[in-house]
Antibody, heavy 119, light 111 residues
Framework: QVQLVESGGGVVQPGGSLRLSCAASGFTFSSYGMHWVRQAPGKGLEWVAFIRYDGSNKYYADSVKGRFTISRDNSKNTLYLQMNSLRAEDTAVYYCAKRGVGATSIDYWGQGTLVTVSS | QPVLTQSSSASASLGSSVKLTCTLS???????IAWHQQQPGKAPRYLMK???????NKGSGVPDRFSGSSSGADRYLTISNLQSEDEADYYCETWDSNTWVFGGGTKLTVL
């Protein structure tokens, strides 16, 4: 069965950096695009970034463009999110999510990892 | 890019049915959406992909009580025979070129 396990969350000061990881199993990771989606405390879901199956194209929400970088290592079945210049408003649970077959929706979610930006 | 509009809350009685709505913005009425469920304190779960024709494909293990339908720019999620575990937030999702969008979510209370 599909499993997505995020790690790397924690407390970081404003202006700091953090790298999240998402270990994937149960499917052919190298064949699927992957997302990062976040959820601030008590708020709704916000799409953060997407990377194509082969890493050839990456797309970002305006709120994180220029500060966050999505990447993947298909040899390790792992998705990453490098977060720099972190702000208080980046505080959220970060979920990795798998894109479905073809140009379609998210079809699996990880359990999430909490990032807290605070001094 | 498309915008998805959802009512902030809904309620229905145990054992009854409820129909949640997700409305696509002008010019995007033909778009495919997906419904996701988020139970309290848990990660979201994919429920189904729903086309403008009303055709839908459910995720693995999603009960038969969940169904989808469409009318114009509106996409619906109907839950029949409501159970206590259906009390959750429900989000719709869509995508356009290189951007993905979520609705604001509907909090469903089972009375």
């Amino acid at each position: 069965q599909v499993q997505l396990v995020e790690s790397g969350g924690g407390v970081v000061q404003p202006g700091g950096s953090l790298r999240l990881s998402c270990a994937a199993s149960g499917f052919t990771f190298s064949s699927y695009g992957m997302h990062w989606v976040r959820q601030a405390p008590g708020k709704g879901l916000e799409w953060v970034a997407f990377i194509r199956y082969d890493g050839s194209n990456k797309y970002y929400a305006d709120s994180v463009k220029g500060r966050f970088t999505i990447s993947r290592d298909n040899s390790k079945n792992t998705l990453y999110l490098q977060m720099n210049s972190l702000r208080a408003e980046d505080t959220a649970v970060y979920y990795c999510a798998k894109r479905g077959v073809g140009a379609t929706s998210i079809d699996y979610w990880g359990q999430g990892t909490l990032v807290t930006v605070s001094s | 890019q498309p915008v998805l509009t959802q009512s902030s809350s809904a309620s229905a009685s145990l054992g009854s049915s409820v129909k949640l709505t997700c409305t696509l913005s002008s010019g995007h009425s033909s778009y495919i959406i997906a419904w996701h469920q988020q139970q309290p304190g848990k990660a979201p779960r994919y429920l189904m992909k729903l086309e403008g024709s009303g055709s839908y494909n459910k995720g693995s293990g999603v009960p038969d009580r969940f169904s989808g339908s469409s009318s114009g720019a509106d996409r619906y999620l109907t839950i029949s025979n409501l159970q206590s575990e259906d009390e959750a937030d429900y989000y719709c999702e869509t995508w356009d070129s290189n951007t993905w969008v979520f609705g604001g979510g509907t909090k469903l209370t089972v009375l």
